[in-house]
């Protein structure tokens, strides 16, 4: 089982510079998140999907773009990358919306960036 | 202002002892709870929840109890293993129905488990 995929796992960008955080999912899930934690944080959503074709803000969507073409994949796009944006970030999903009893969210193994 | 709280960031107990993680919210529309546990460079696992019409559900080791009066839920872990040291977020959503997108996480505590 792959579950939750997520890559690169590393990665240095220089400011100003635009890269996309790539997530896939093998569950046919259809909810999807995208999380950030910060040193000594808790996770902040960034952006969420409930199915192919719906994107919607979370609590801190500025400096970010997603999409969700398919099912499968909800990336996440960071086009003038900028020094708070130095985070790791989380693709998480799950099959329905958190408050159903288990429907409890999958996550990633995370991607560790930093501008500088 | 943070609605999720975990004020003890970090926890050290003995193997084979209780483990207590405590967590508190403000929200009064938080109406659904999960634990959630991280290993290093590795992504949350869910570990146990609980509905706010419940005030305990057991899963093996694993006991979370809900006040909703105090609007406090703790996670016991008897007996504590030194498999169980990593980091703990409680986390909570509002209202079904209400913002199903995001699941507002508390800060963690690092529970260390000593053989």
């Known amino acids: 089982n792959a579950g939750v995929t997520q890559t690169p796992k590393f990665r240095i960008l220089k400011i100003g510079q635009s890269m996309t955080l790539q997530c896939a999912q093998d569950m046919n899930h259809n909810y999807m998140y995208w999380y950030r934690q910060d040193p000594g944080m808790g996770l902040k959503l960034i952006y969420y999907s409930v199915g192919a074709g719906i994107t919607d803000k979370g609590e801190v969507p500025n400096g970010y773009n997603v999409s969700r073409s398919t099912t499968e994949d909800f990336p996440l796009r960071l086009e003038l990358a900028a020094p708070s944006q130095t985070s790791v970030y989380f693709c998480a999903s799950s099959y329905s919306s958190w408050d159903r009893p288990g429907s409890q969210a999958f996550f990633g193994q995370g991607t560790r960036l930093t501008v500088v | 202002d943070q609605q999720v709280k975990q004020n003890s960031p970090s926890l050290s107990v003995q193997e084979g002892r209780i483990s207590i993680l405590n967590c508190d919210y403000t929200?009064?529309?938080?109406?659904?709870f999960l634990w959630y546990k991280k290993y290093p460079a590795e992504g949350p696992t869910f570990l146990i929840s609980i509905s706010s019409i419940k005030d305990k559900n057991e899963d093996g080791r694993f006991t979370v109890f809900l006040n909703k009066s105090a609007k406090h839920l703790s996670l016991h872990i008897v007996p504590s293993q030194p498999g169980d040291s990593a980091v703990y977020f409680c986390a909570a959503v509002e209202g079904y129905g209400g913002s199903q997108g995001n699941l507002i996480f508390g800060k963690g505590t690092k529970l260390s488990v000593k053989p």
């Open positions: 929200n009064s529309m938080f109406d659904y």
